[in-house]
């Protein structure tokens, strides 16, 4: 009797991990810039880190306008 409940729960443990790898299924993606985007939305980024970056990127000057917006919107 014994016996049996041990095998059904690692049946169950079995049954539960297969479930698992067929939830991550493969995905194709056309370009980089998708897998990228994908990822990005995937994970969430602490809020130290826009901090940091906030304040690391406020000393920089904004870039430069291109060659044909200068000359278009000058």
Not at 19 to 27: C, D
């Amino acid at each position: 009797m014994k016996h049996e409940a041990k095998f059904n729960r690692e049946q169950q443990q079995q049954l539960a991990a297969q479930e698992q790898t067929q939830q991550q299924t493969a995905r194709e993606f056309a370009t980089a810039e998708e897998l990228l985007r994908y990822d990005a939305d995937q994970i969430t980024t602490p809020p130290a880190v826009g901090v940091r970056l906030a304040q690391s990127a406020a000393g920089l000057n904004p870039p430069r306008r291109s060659w044909w917006q200068r000359l278009f919107n000058h």
